[in-house]
């Protein structure tokens, strides 16, 4: 048995911001993916997520018990399957801030939820919102909070544009060009991240007024300003709000970029040979980096692995 693909995202926009209502702007990246599979016997790696997996089936039978309007599973249907040795095979690498547990969820949701939203019918925003808030509850198994945003993004493998936190919608993003100089890409840290203890940082600079006025006036002024002009094909303009992004992503967003990375980080807007960003969360996993000449970029960066999702 093999299920449907779901793929990995990339929060383009829109870290921590959307927890405070900025724009943001996701999109499938489907070099990453994962299926659910049966195997006999199971492999240790396979052993491990079929038993997470029934820790999961447990919180989704309270989940709809607690919460029976939004949304029920074929729970029994999930157990015998767990227990036939069913598992989440993926490529997808956890702690990197490419949404794991997203495409996890999705597959779970379009395998076993009872009458299921598909991606087919007219996706209205109240079944959008909808969704999203399943998808938020299920993921907060894994997280403690979750948007419901990854998964979103997995299941309905479209780009996905956040106005606000209760307006969302399908959106296209410009056709990328094949031989741009111009590119979005990952730049590995070589090291996992946990959402969880990031999140309670930001959550604790919260508290503090200095960083609320900077977080609404610069943090979602500029990650605002990316949205539009990236979706507009504004390059010129998207590279200016860039700059400043990072530049207020270095100043007051340190303890998410890991320390290695601070250095090569100033470097860019310095250079302006690349602009460097949080992909997710931070912490580790990968950070994201925008560039108007990818060779220039590349060998600025020589001795880091770059993968490009995205050519201008």
Not at 228 to 237: Q, T, V
Request: proline share 4%.
């Amino acid at each position: 048995m093999k299920g449907p693909l779901f793929y990995s995202k990339i929060l383009l926009f829109g870290e921590y911001g959307i927890i405070k209502d900025s724009k943001g702007l996701s999109i499938p990246y489907n070099f990453f993916k994962g299926a659910l599979k049966t195997e006999h016997p199971l492999s240790e790696a396979a052993k491990k997520s079929n038993d997470s997996l029934k820790k999961f089936a447990n919180y989704l039978a309270e989940m709809q018990q607690e919460d029976p309007s939004l949304v029920q599973f074929e729970i029994e249907a999930l157990k015998q399957d767990l227990d036939g040795g069913m598992y989440f095979d993926s490529s997808i690498p956890q702690g990197y801030g490419i949404g794991s547990s997203g495409a996890l969820v999705a597959a779970i949701y379009d395998k076993y939820a009872q009458d299921k939203i598909t991606v087919l019918e007219n996706l209205t925003r109240e079944k959008l919102l909808h969704l999203k808030a399943i998808f938020g509850k299920m993921e907060s198994f894994f997280h403690g909070k979750s948007s419901g945003l990854d998964p979103l993004n997995s299941y309905l493998s479209l780009p996905i544009l956040i106005n606000s936190q209760d307006n969302i919608e399908s959106t296209s993003i410009p056709s990328q060009n094949i031989n741009g100089k111009g590119a979005v890409f990952l730049l590995d840290s070589g090291m996992t991240g946990e959402t969880a203890p990031m999140v309670q940082i930001f959550m604790e600079k919260m508290k503090h007024e200095g960083f609320r006025t900077v977080l609404k006036e610069e943090f979602i002024r500029h990650t605002d300003a990316c949205v539009e002009d990236f979706l507009a094909g504004n390059i010129k303009s998207l590279f200016g709000n860039l700059k400043q992004l990072s530049h207020v992503v270095l100043d007051h967003f340190k303890p998410m970029i890991p320390q290695q990375f601070h250095e090569l980080w100033k470097k860019g807007i310095e250079t302006n040979d690349y602009y460097l960003k949080l992909c997710g969360s931070g912490g580790g996993g990968y950070i994201l980096g925008f560039t108007e000449d990818i060779d220039k970029a590349r060998k600025t960066l020589e001795g880091h692995r770059l993968e490009v999702v995205y050519n201008f």
